[in-house]
């Protein structure tokens, strides 16, 4: 006899997919079908699988997606906890904000989480403390410890919500999780000083059950590919740009030459930051000519 159930994708590996479901985790392989129509289930897929008489599982079904984010991917990802370390690697605010637009374009929230705060200096920490105090204001959660974090996280994931951790290679990510998560003991790997970039230490996509619904840890990247964002449309992903471009003089500002633009008045008022609009004038160049930045080769 043939049944089914339904389930969660939590962990992927070899071709296998780890589904959680009712019943405990079952290990299945994915049906050819999805090949012919070029699909693969991720990690977050909310899947059906068939299992028969001899034990043999297959996964036949996939649910409709909220999003699919990075590679390996992560489906119906509901927030980012976008990991950025104080030093070791640097600090990087053209990182921060390619980040915020990328994940602003998913639709996708994002909480920030300033990692190795320990290691920088007081002149360092004060410095940074100063532009993330910005970014709260416009909207962005940010935590300075992993205790603070800890002691909140599993009141933040909500029903059925998946989480996952995002940032820098060598930021910190594994570290976090295990603090987050104890027990769980992810590999962690000293940062190559001479690069100033992390080795990714993480080999795969797993789902970690926390509050009510799951973190993720995925790879680590440090570089994003914001080219496929229409050019129109960047100025929606800055959060600040959006909610005064209301009061622009022509509905469709681009905040660059335009007159009576409002995001050009608060800028010149010192109401927003100088290095994001820097970093949006950046981003629109890179989309216009699809050259890679220099920070990022």
Same mark, same amino acid.
């Given at each position: 006899m043939?049944?089914?159930?339904?389930?969660?994708?939590?962990?992927?590996?070899?071709?296998?997919?780890?589904?959680e479901?009712?019943?405990?985790?079952?290990?299945?392989?994915?049906?050819?079908?999805?090949?012919q129509?070029?699909?693969?289930?991720?990690v977050?897929?909310?899947?059906?699988?068939q299992?028969d008489?001899?034990?043999?599982?297959?996964l036949?079904?996939?649910?409709p997606?909220?999003?699919?984010?990075?590679?390996?991917?992560?489906?119906?990802?509901?927030?980012?906890?976008l990991?950025?370390?104080?030093?070791?690697?640097?600090?990087?605010?053209?990182?921060?904000?390619?980040?915020?637009?990328?994940?602003?374009?998913?639709?996708?929230?994002?909480?920030?989480?300033l990692?190795?705060?320990?290691?920088?200096t007081?002149?360092?920490?004060?410095k940074?403390?100063?532009?993330?105090?910005?970014?709260?204001?416009?909207?962005?959660?940010?935590?300075?410890?992993?205790?603070?974090?800890?002691?909140?996280?599993?009141?933040?994931?909500?029903?059925?919500?998946i989480?996952?951790?995002?940032?820098?290679?060598?930021?910190?990510?594994?570290?976090?999780?295990?603090?987050?998560?104890?027990?769980?003991?992810?590999?962690?790997?000293?940062?190559s000083?001479?690069?100033?970039?992390?080795?990714?230490?993480?080999?795969r996509?797993?789902?970690?059950?926390?509050?009510?619904?799951?973190?993720a840890d995925?790879?680590?990247?440090? $570089?994003?590919?914001l080219?496929?964002?229409k050019?129109?449309?960047l100025?929606?992903?800055?959060?600040?740009?959006?909610?005064a471009s209301?009061?622009?003089?022509f509905?469709?500002?681009q905040?660059?030459?335009e007159?009576?633009?409002?995001?050009?008045?608060?800028?010149?008022?010192?109401?927003?930051?100088?290095?994001r609009?820097?970093?949006?004038? $950046?981003?629109?160049e890179?989309i216009?000519?699809?050259?890679?930045?220099?920070?990022?080769?």
């Open positions: 043939i049944k089914q159930a339904e389930g969660i994708v939590v962990s992927l590996l070899a071709g296998f997919y780890d589904v479901t009712s019943s405990g985790i079952v290990r299945t392989r994915a049906r050819g079908v999805f090949r129509k070029k699909q693969k289930p991720a977050g897929d909310y899947v059906k699988i299992v008489d001899h034990g043999t599982s297959y036949i079904e996939i649910a997606r909220i999003n699919r984010i990075g590679r390996p991917a992560v489906a119906n990802v509901s927030h980012v906890l990991v950025m370390s104080a030093v070791q690697p640097d600090f990087s605010l053209q990182l921060l904000d390619r980040f915020l637009t990328f994940f602003s374009w998913k639709k996708v929230k994002v909480s920030i989480y990692s190795k705060s320990d290691l920088a007081e002149e360092e920490l004060l940074i403390k100063k532009i993330l105090a910005y970014y709260e204001q416009i909207g962005y959660p940010v935590f300075y410890s992993w205790q603070d974090l800890s002691a909140k996280i599993s009141k933040m994931i909500t029903k059925k919500q989480w996952t951790l995002a940032g820098q290679s060598g930021a910190g990510k594994s570290t976090l999780l295990n603090h987050l998560k104890k027990g769980l003991n992810q590999a962690t790997a000293a940062i000083t001479s690069l100033n970039r992390g080795k990714h230490t993480t080999r996509v797993q789902l970690f059950p926390l509050g009510q619904g799951f973190l995925t790879p680590g990247f440090s $570089a994003i590919d080219t496929p964002i050019l129109t449309d100025r929606n992903y800055f959060v600040e740009f959006k909610k209301v009061n622009c003089k509905r469709g500002c905040h660059i030459k007159p009576a633009c409002e995001v050009k008045r608060l800028l010149k008022a010192g109401q927003i930051r100088q290095s609009y820097d970093d949006y004038v $950046a981003i629109r890179e216009s000519t699809g050259r890679i930045p220099e920070y990022l080769k």
